[in-house]
């Protein structure tokens, strides 16, 4: 199953072309294990897919053609995609022409992902740079811990952060010993 797969990608993005960093994706949602619902993507695809990256209008024009494959997995992807930029002409111009069965539409509507625009909330620090787990921060403004005696002072390195799911706003961090929740507004990237 998984040859006749990577034979119909031709060892290539099946949504943008790209030959680097291809690997198996499943298209939510899950139901039994197919080469029907999986497609073979790039890094970069992946990441804006999932949101862990800000969506890239001029990257997705691939759509244009990819939209056509006769695999549902990437149609449905593509509808998706489509729908979180609607706000681009072509790509409205383009889900007008896209026509999926009752099936696949039904697949593509399951997650509800079409119903959200192409904005992603990424944690950012006090400069517009995007942060991410094990990041190493450095405050840009002294801070009094709520609930403790402590005072991190500005300039303070903290290391290995993690994101606050759930709020793009907060940081969690340890200084001197104590984990403690910080802003990011108040933050920058090291080598930032």
């Known amino acids: 199953m998984a040859n006749d797969s990577t034979e119909r990608s031709k060892n290539g993005c099946e949504l943008c072309k790209s030959t680097t960093g291809i690997r ?12 029907d619902q999986t497609i073979f993507i790039c890094s970069k695809c992946e990441a804006q897919i999932e949101k862990r990256e800000e969506l890239d209008a001029a990257h997705w024009q691939c759509l244009s053609e990819s939209m056509w494959s006769e695999v549902p997995a990437v149609q449905v992807t593509a509808w998706r995609m489509l729908n979180r ?7 409205a111009d383009n889900l007008d022409m896209l026509y999926l069965d009752d099936e696949t539409l039904a697949w593509a509507k399951a997650t509800g992902d079409h119903e959200d625009d192409g904005t992603v909330d990424l944690h950012k620090d006090s400069n517009g740079n995007i942060l991410q787990n094990g990041d190493t921060v450095v405050l840009t403004k002294s801070l009094d811990v709520k609930g403790s005696t ?10 290995n952060i993690r994101l606050v799911e759930n709020n793009t706003e907060q940081i969690e961090g340890r200084i ?10 108040y933050l920058r ?3 930032s």
């Open 24 to 35: 198996a994706y499943e298209v939510a949602p899950k139901a039994q294990n197919s080469a």
């Open 176 to 185: 001197e010993g104590q984990t403690i929740v910080i802003l990011t507004k």
């Open 85 to 91: 930029l609607r706000n681009e002409s072509w790509a």
């Open 150 to 159: 402590l005072n991190a002072k500005m300039g303070t390195v903290v290391k």
């Open 189 to 191: 990237k090291q080598g």
